[in-house]
């Protein structure tokens, strides 16, 4: 079985019996022309040749694979490999989709792009590349997001950005994809609409995935050199999933565990929480059928995670499919816990990560002690704290700074 | 032939342009859609669209997203959507199609759906982001039920696609005059022309609707002269949304006479 799972999407764009392509007609020819376009690069040399260089030199990679000694020394269990997207240009793993993603869109022709953000991080990584390709940029993210996430929002303003407010519904990610999937509802002409996560209608699961899956690429070939083995665990965060995809693609196949870590927020018995896995049910959202958070009536409920770029109530649909399949596990953990992890791996490695990738680090306190000092854990660090500072600052001073360990 | 294909036929015999209406079910209160639907249909209306209240109504502008949050806030669910519905068909027979997003449809159950439609004795249905290429199961329903399923056109959909929807459309072909999302805007008809032209010419089954942007006399006027009728739904939302308890139907019937005499004057 396993052996078909990376031949998915089929022809129609499924996962199983998720994702598709639930969009207004109005957007149909611009995905059957995004998704030959696409086949049409895959195979081109020259276009591969440009994005690898361009990965290479502007983004940075291949990013490290780092050993994490004193975090394995706290355990003393398995042996923990850090994949530190963090070093990415723009401080995140969102880069390798959005560099691929406008390179397409520069092919079709397209002069605008834009971008749904959450946290911020896809949203600056679009301006990012959209300033170095000169191309016109406008990027929608809520106003809670906005609040919270200041110094991204003015990050991609002086990337010369058009950074547009939304005010519907929760005003988060959820609101910010509607929005952004309503402006090229109406521009899908000259627009290319770039999708951050492996979410929305077929073909960007698929795409998004594929842009992504240079983190597990590499983290084969650099595990191999290193341990000599594959690695016995491989652990990410989900909130769309496309660092976690990423990852796991090219394991999917091997005799690897692994585990998606979405946000309980203030816990799942809560309902204040972002675990579409763990606690949603199938339904349609952004254009594909995968589990959503909804209420008995089929409304979309509010998704919660103190971290923003987790605080999503819609899963992208292979996640759906490879959860419904038991291929991959998925758990949750609290806001609290994930800002212990940051703390725990601050003090401890030196080393800042984004409120997202500490919800993958703090499940190593659930899974170390069933692991043995023959296993390796390698756990993707999808990006950095900093722009996070404010909150977690706010959380260090309310919880007296005590001494960290 | 459905009731719905039948009625719009007859329609096109007589050469009487459709007028077809979006309302949002609940908006702007519970208790004001069922009279508001009853009174419309006393007043030259061919064909009410009831809308069922989403979250995250993608392809609507803010006058309908607005209008939903309006109806979601007042208690309305699609349970709640189809006993309007039935209420509207005990009180009038004018044709009652239902129109909502996907998921409050899955959620519910689409075979429920469909056959809870049929018995209450809907004609129709539309499901915007359903296209043909996801709609297997709701074609299998709507043939087995004898309901309508109304499949949407725009400008950017294809000669050849054209073709294929009017195929596998039935009641009629719902074309959306502009490439955007619902709501009134400047300069309509100059774009919809185009398209509109286009759509005839490949289309020869189903008659064509036009909805999306169509908010006075003139837009109807100009664009019924190139199709088989208008549908209005976000600038009619509007004044529904501005008035107070009773005006509501005073207020929508105002705003309706003067499309509907527009419209009369192309038979």
Same mark, same amino acid.
């Given at each position: ?405 | ?111 429920? $759906?469909?056959?809870?439609?049929? /018995? ?6 539309? +499901?915007? !982001?359903?296209?043909?290429?996801? #709609? =297997? ?74 909805? $999306?942007?169509?908010?006075?006399? /003139? ?6 002269? +190139?199709? !088989?009728?208008?549908?209005?739904? #976000? =600038? ?32």
């Amino acid at each position: 079985m396993n052996q078909i799972i990376e031949t998915l999407p089929d022809k129609t764009g499924h996962f199983g019996k998720f994702g598709g392509r639930f969009v207004p007609e109005t957007l149909i020819s611009a995905l059957h022309d995004l998704e030959c376009a696409y086949f049409s690069i895959k195979g081109d040399a020259a276009f591969q040749a440009e994005f690898k260089s361009l990965l290479q030199d502007y983004v940075g990679r291949p990013t490290p694979l780092y050993f994490a000694k004193q975090l394995t020394a706290r355990y003393e269990k398995a042996r923990i490999y850090l994949k530190r997207e963090d070093l990415c240009h723009t401080g995140a793993h969102k880069i390798n989709n959005t560099i691929g993603q406008i390179l397409l869109a520069k092919y079709l022709g397209k002069t605008r792009i834009i971008a749904e953000t959450g946290a911020g991080q896809h949203g600056v990584a679009t301006a990012t590349v959209s300033a170095m390709m000169g191309l016109q940029c406008a990027v929608y993210m809520g106003t809670e997001d906005m609040a919270r996430q200041e110094i991204n929002v003015t990050r991609m303003r002086l990337l010369g950005a058009e950074v547009i407010p939304v005010t519907s519904g929760t005003r988060t990610l959820k609101d910010a994809t509607n929005d952004a999937l309503r402006d090229w509802v109406a521009t899908v002409r000259d627009t290319f609409y770039v999708i951050g996560s492996v979410v929305g209608p077929h073909p960007y699961p698929m795409i998004v995935r594929d842009f992504q899956s240079v983190i597990g690429r590499e983290t084969k070939q650099q595990i191999l050199e290193k341990e000599k083995h594959l690695p016995s665990h491989l652990i990410a965060c989900v909130g769309g999933g496309s660092n976690s995809l990423g990852l796991f693609y090219d394991f999917l196949s091997d005799d690897v565990r692994m585990i998606g870590v979405e946000a309980a927020g203030f816990g799942v018995a809560s309902g204040k929480h972002a675990a579409t896995l763990t606690a949603g049910t199938p339904g349609i959202l952004h254009g594909s059928y995968s589990y959503v958070l909804q209420d008995a009536a089929g409304q979309i409920l509010p998704a919660h995670s103190i971290s923003a770029g987790l605080d999503y109530p819609g899963v992208g649909p292979e996640h759906s499919y490879l959860k419904d399949i038991g291929r991959v596990k998925y758990v949750s953990v609290t806001d609290e816990e994930a800002l212990e992890a940051t703390f725990r791996l601050t003090s401890c490695e030196g080393i800042l990560p984004a409120l997202e990738s500490s919800h993958a680090l703090a499940y190593l306190e659930y899974l170390m002690p069933q692991t043995s000092p023959n296993d390796t854990v390698v756990v993707n660090l999808s990006g950095r704290g900093e722009k996070d500072l404010p909150t977690i600052i706010q959380a260090w001073t309310k919880r007296g700074q005590k001494e960290l360990r | 032939m459905n009731r719905l294909a039948d009625h719009l036929t007859q329609l096109r015999t007589r050469g009487r342009k459709a007028l077809s209406l979006f309302v949002t079910a609940g908006y702007p209160s519970v208790d004001s859609t069922v009279p508001l639907v009853v009174e419309l249909s006393k007043s030259g209306v061919d064909l009410i669209e009831l809308g069922i209240p989403f979250s995250d109504p993608i392809a609507d502008g803010p006058t309908i997203q607005m209008s939903s949050e309006t109806a979601l806030r007042n208690g309305m669910t699609l349970q709640r959507t189809l006993e309007m519905a039935e209420e509207i068909r005990k009180r009038c027979s004018v044709p009652l199609v239902l129109m909502g997003y996907a998921n409050p449809v899955y959620t519910y159950g689409t075979k429920k $759906f469909v056959s809870r439609c049929a /018995e209450i004795g809907v004609d129709g249905m539309i +499901i915007p !982001d359903v296209p043909l290429e996801e #709609s =297997a199961e709701f074609q299998r329903l709507s043939q087995e039920h004898n309901i309508a399923m109304v499949f949407l056109a725009a400008p950017t959909t294809p000669d050849e696609r054209l073709i294929q929807l009017d195929e596998h459309s039935t009641g009629f072909l719902y074309c959306v005059s502009i490439t955007g999302v619902t709501g009134a805007r400047q300069g309509l008809a100059n774009q919809a022309e185009e398209f509109l032209q286009r759509a005839r010419r490949c289309v020869k089954r189903n008659p064509l609707l036009v909805g $999306f942007g169509i908010a006075t006399p /003139e837009d109807a006027r100009r664009v019924g002269s +190139i199709s !088989d009728g208008v549908i209005i739904g #976000s =600038a009619l939302m509007k004044v529904i949304g501005n008035a107070s308890g009773n005006h509501v139907v005073e207020n929508a019937i105002r705003f309706i006479t003067p499309i509907r005499n527009a419209l009369d004057t192309l038979e």
